[in-house]
């Protein structure tokens, strides 16, 4: 189970993803399934027998805003008490807050590095 601060999920957000799937698919084995996004799909990414590591999504809709990076999700037990965190420390909320599993928001530390924060339902 995941705690404070684990990194939980991870996603790349590009405007070729058809493609890139098919090139971590090719590179690293993973296996995909489609995730509707309303009028298209973007891609949960695992190994095989495993469930999803990763996601490769559109930048386009929800995630038009998103950075075109490998993007590390670290969970929180508190998502909004983080997020005043991140302003009063210099810090810039980029996305959201969002729900998808449960909360996430997007963000940019002091010195420029960009993650996001995950609270899970029911926490």
Same mark, same amino acid.
């Given at each position: 189970?995941?705690?404070?601060?684990?990194?939980?999920?991870?996603?790349?957000?590009?405007?070729?993803?058809?493609?890139?799937?098919?090139?971590?698919?090719? @590179? %690293?084995?993973?296996?995909?399934?489609? $995730? /509707?996004?309303?009028?298209?799909?973007?891609?949960?990414? &695992?190994?095989?027998?495993?469930?999803?590591?990763?996601?490769?999504?559109?930048?386009?809709?929800?995630?038009?805003?998103?950075?075109?990076?490998?993007?590390?999700?670290?969970?929180?037990?508190?998502?909004?008490?983080?997020?005043?965190? @991140? %302003?009063?420390?210099?810090?810039?909320? $980029? /996305?959201?807050?969002?729900?998808?599993?449960?909360?996430? &928001?997007?963000?940019?530390?002091?010195?420029?590095?960009?993650?996001?924060?995950?609270?899970?339902?029911?926490?």
């Amino acid at each position: 189970m995941a705690q404070r601060g684990d990194a939980v999920w991870h996603d790349l957000t590009v405007p070729n993803a058809d493609e890139v799937r098919d090139f971590y698919s090719a @590179v %690293i084995g993973w296996q995909s399934e489609g $995730l /509707d996004m309303g009028g298209y799909q973007d891609y949960v990414m &695992a190994a095989p027998g495993t469930q999803g590591q990763a996601g490769i999504c559109h930048a386009r809709g929800p995630n038009a805003n998103m950075p075109g990076q490998w993007l590390v999700y670290f969970q929180v037990p508190d998502l909004d008490a983080a997020l005043a965190e @991140v %302003i009063a420390r210099g810090g810039k909320i $980029l /996305d959201g807050p969002r729900e998808m599993g449960g909360r996430f &928001a997007c963000i940019q530390d002091p010195a420029g590095a960009v993650c996001s924060l995950f609270q899970p339902e029911g926490s």
